[in-house]
């Protein structure tokens, strides 16, 4: 991996708790969302080299938040 970049990854729902001390002990820049609103708002900010999501989550679930990044990224 090269050094001089981190990884971004935003990591949402569930998968947060599992995998962010792994993720940052490789130097990781993290970023959390509680929700797949959170994560699209997240998004709008800065895109991230890896998104994570948990499929289960109450609200909009992870496919749901796929699909809308999608959407997002057809309609500048």
Known sequence: MNTDHHVT???T?????AMITDIE?????VRLAGSGEEALRLLELERPDVLVSDIGMR?????????ARDLSRCNP
Request: aromatic share 10%; glycine share 18%.
């Open 25 to 29: 002990e490789r130097k990781a820049r």
């Open 13 to 17: 729902g569930r998968t947060r708790d």
């Open 9 to 11: 990854g935003l990591f």
């Open 59 to 67: 609200g909009m679930d992870g496919y749901e938040l796929i699909r």
